[in-house]
């Protein structure tokens, strides 16, 4: 389904998006598709054949760790995840802005106590300082803005030893073909929306590593921050990699059913240039955010 957002208005008039109207793009897009990131994040692994969720769940120490917070937490993946590793030894918490996502994780935890609320990360006063070990953003961090808000806030939520982990977007210039994937699809969209790149989704600094390091340090000046870059791998037919490879880019969902599916035959004949008995690969570069609090 296109949507239809005013953010999308905005960047068709080359207007630079407010970050109200990017909340309302978000929601319509979540709303119409929720849950659309999880089984492609959950098939793309890394050289150890370890997904995005498990890069980031791999930080809980049980020993140190009892108060978990997954910060924009979807459908509930990552908390499911977290849930099946430790179970009853740790308290888990999740929030998200999107009403659709959050009915989705409720479901899906309907088994466990993990607590859920609907917030906005840039102002989580239900929460009060120091109440986690640990707070997780998947894939999430690339979409928030204002983001110093979020960075400040996560930081009042940590405990003094406290971890802030998120994966987010990496360099596409280290991920092979990734480029290609993003130009075939960007060219369906700018088309369209010919200011569609210019004005992205949420705050750029967030999706280089240099930015990001310098950004993270402003706000957390007393806590060690390391950015770790990754590639994550997806393996399947052509058609099928056309369509999920798709799917989670957030400017496919901005075209019509005609213009989108003139883009998954681009994509899928992309794809088969490269396929090996059937199977073709798409690489997705991220990076692995650690902040680490040094304690006393």
Partial sequence: MKIKSAWISQVESGQQPSSSSLRDHLNA???S???????FAWNCRD???KNSYELLADIVNEKYHSHVLDLGCGSGVLLDLCNQRFGANLMLSGVDMNSSELQLARERLAHTDIKF???????????TDSSFDVIFCHWALTLMDPVVQVLATTKRLLTKRGIFAAIIDGDPKTAPGYLEVHD?????????????????????????APQLQK???????DFDINITPIT?????APSILAREAAGFFYASYVLSPNDLSHMLNDLEKYFITSQQDGISCFTMPVNRLIIRGRGQ
């Avoid at 598709?33 to 089984?39: K, P, R, S, V």
């Avoid at 609320?117 to 929460?127: I, M």
């Avoid at 994550?232 to 399947?236: E, G, I, Q, T, Y």
């Fill in 33 to 39: 598709n929720a849950g659309f990131t999880e089984a």
């Fill in 117 to 127: 609320h609907q917030g906005s990360a840039q102002n989580l006063d239900c929460f």
């Fill in 184 to 208: 075939i699809i960007y060219k369906h969209v700018q088309y369209k929306y010919p200011d569609y790149g210019v004005f992205e989704l949420g705050d750029p600094r967030v999706r280089t």
């Fill in 232 to 236: 994550l791998s997806f393996n399947a």
């Fill in 29 to 31: 897009l979540h709303d």
């Fill in 47 to 49: 050289a150890n054949g």
């Fill in 215 to 221: 950004l993270a340090a402003e706000t957390f000046e």
